[in-house]
């Protein structure tokens, strides 16, 4: 098993401060994907990143794969409380693109 | 559409009974899945299937049994339940696309307790 790391596995900041989570594993993925969870619910697919040194923009979530494909990270500025929630890192593979899951990194976002 | 739904919500089994867990989904999906989630381990894929009729074992497949009888149904089995099966098991599909385009769409979950 390919195993992805999360660091960190938790984090509390006040609202308007911004954090970077990281995704890290020894081998090369040809993708990796974001999601996130909110309490009682399902993941919830926030992108895929498939080419090295890619970056991607959603709102104020900034993506980005590393130039050997073998980590990525997840930038929030300006973190509000609807942002609080479990982020899950994950690597589609296989004739289903079945996903391995990092551990996660649970986020609190103080008012 | 109601997207991809589980029935039940929650269970609470004791150590031998055995039960299955429904996951339905409307989107004509070929490819569904089970994973379960435990505190601090993210989602750990249990089956998954690529079509009606179809089944295969993921990472942690001892315990469960599946059947895909239907494009659109997915069922889980616990034939002796166990307490290492106390969890929050997730149902997901999705359409064989490009690996860029690839997504799965998630149930709420059923959060399964074994005494």
Redesign the interface.
């Known amino acids: 098993?390919q195993l992805?790391e999360?660091s960190p596995?938790f984090l509390s900041i006040q609202e308007g401060e911004n954090l970077t989570v990281y995704c890290n594993s020894s081998s090369v993925f040809?993708?990796l994907q974001w999601y996130r969870q909110e309490p009682?619910?399902?993941?919830?697919?926030l992108v895929?990143v498939?080419t090295g040194g890619e970056v991607k923009k959603l709102k104020r979530l900034t993506f980005q794969f590393g130039d050997a494909r073998k980590d990525s990270s997840l930038h929030i500025t300006a973190a509000q409380p609807g942002d609080t929630g479990l982020y899950?890192c994950?690597r589609?593979s296989g004739?289903?693109?079945?996903?391995?899951?990092?551990?996660?990194t649970q986020l609190t976002v103080l008012p | 559409n109601a997207g991809?739904t589980q029935t039940p919500k929650f269970r609470v089994l004791k150590t031998g009974q055995s039960m299955t867990l429904l996951c339905a989904q409307d989107m004509n999906h070929e490819?569904m899945?089970w994973?379960r989630q435990d505190p601090?381990?993210?989602?750990?894929?249990i089956h998954?299937?690529?079509g009606e009729g179809t089944t295969?074992k993921?990472?942690v497949p001892d315990g469960y049994n599946v059947s895909r009888l239907k494009k659109q149904n997915f069922l889980l089995g616990l034939e002796s339940a166990a307490p290492s099966q106390t969890s929050v098991y997730?149902c997901?599909s999705?359409k064989?696309r490009g690996?860029?385009?690839?997504?799965?769409f998630?149930?709420?979950?059923t959060r399964l307790t074994v005494l």
């Open positions: 098993t992805l999360q596995q040809s993708s009682g619910e399902g993941p919830v697919l895929t498939v899950l994950a589609p004739s289903a693109r079945q996903l391995t899951f990092g551990s996660g | 991809v490819y899945y994973y601090g381990m993210g989602l750990r894929l998954y299937s690529v295969a993921g990472e997730f997901a999705s064989p690996i860029e385009y690839n997504e799965q998630f149930g709420p979950g």
